[in-house]
């Protein structure tokens, strides 16, 4: 008597893909899945080290001494993967992924042909950007593993040398913001974007040193003359230098009224206020004051408050005084 098969179609689907070896994954609604594996010599199943693991949508990684490598909160879908190493053939491959997926990747010897080879050095090109407000980040290293060197400029754009299509690790190292590492695969026509974020330790320490100051310049406020704080210079990153945002800001009000500058408790020379605004970022500064009736201006690096919160400096009593006759006085 034949047994009935009402009922008993499966309720989960194992798909097997064969992939250079072969890997096995569970079809479900996931997301947020683990993508892992292993890179290894075909027929020795040796771990290869350094191999560039690249898939497309998720980014590169370099397998590890055993040739493990993994990828994190991936979603559901099809992605092709692109495995290469030095000494090896290249492999690419598609699959798709409905559950977390461990695979193993094997790659056949291709000894190098020293005649033909030939490497191909590029620039390779990227942004480094403030996780928070989006901004390029201006004076960022960038460094690779291969020995390139950059520093973003006003923008947080950077070019370093690098081979093309090899797995580059890169390293971003900026003020103010926690080291960020990472993997890409050098291309000539893409460009990478490399999102830093804010170190809180350093933010509470500069805030801190805000509010002093703040305190301090309280009873000599100037009246029609609002203050600036970061959180309304970086509208102007990328884009502008300080000299632009007083204008933007105050306009016609300034016409002849500030005599004296202090930027970071140094009093300016008349003859190189004029040249230090026109070069300096607003990204750089976390705040603007006008006391004295807009007689004085002061201005603040987010170094300077850095420095000034490690080691826990005095803060000086401004002082404007406009004689009858020549230059006021300021500290």
């Known amino acids: 008597m034949a047994a009935s098969t009402k009922g008993s179609f499966p309720t989960r689907l194992l798909v097997a893909i064969a992939l250079a070896g072969g890997f096995q994954s569970q079809v479900a609604a996931q997301t947020g899945l683990v993508l892992a594996g292993r890179v290894v010599e075909a027929g020795t199943n040796s771990g290869i080290q350094n191999a560039g ?4 949508g998720l980014g590169a990684v370099l397998s590890t001494a055993d040739g493990a490598f993994r990828f994190s909160a991936v979603e559901t879908g099809e992605y092709e993967v692109r495995v290469t190493a030095l000494g090896y053939a290249t492999t690419t491959r598609h699959l798709t992924v409905y559950a977390n997926t461990s695979l193993t990747i094997a790659l056949q010897i291709a000894p190098l042909a020293i005649a033909p080879l030939t490497v191909r050095g590029i620039e390779m090109e990227g942004t480094v950007r403030d996780g928070k407000r989006s901004f390029g980040v201006a004076d960022a290293d960038v460094s690779t593993n291969e020995g390139g060197r950059a520093q973003t400029n006003s923008n947080g754009r950077f070019k370093v040398g690098a081979l093309d299509g090899a797995a580059v690790e890169v390293s971003v190292r900026a003020f103010g913001y926690l080291p960020l590492d990472s993997v890409v695969v050098a291309r000539e026509d893409e460009r990478h974007t490399f999102v ?4 809180a330790l350093f933010e509470a320490m500069v805030a801190h040193q805000v509010e002093r100051l703040a305190a301090r310049s309280m009873p000599q406020r100037a009246i029609g003359f609002r203050n600036l704080d970061r959180e309304e210079l970086v509208r102007y990153a990328g884009r502008a230098t300080i000299r632009d945002v007083l204008q933007s800001e105050y306009g016609y009000r300034l016409r002849g009224r500030i005599r004296c500058v202090v930027l970071d408790e140094v009093v300016l020379h008349p003859d190189v206020d004029g040249p230090t605004l026109g070069t300096m970022y607003p990204e750089d500064v976390e705040r603007i004051e006008f006391l004295f009736s807009g007689n004085m201006l002061r201005i603040y690096t987010r170094r300077f408050l850095w420095e000034m919160a490690g080691r ?6 401004p002082t404007y ?8 006085w300021c500290i």
Request: avoid cysteine.
């Open 53 to 56: 693991v690249a898939i497309g």
């Open 312 to 317: 826990n400096t005095k803060l000086r009593q």
């Open 196 to 199: 830093l974020t804010s170190d």
């Open 321 to 328: 005084v406009q004689p009858p006759r020549g230059e006021p």
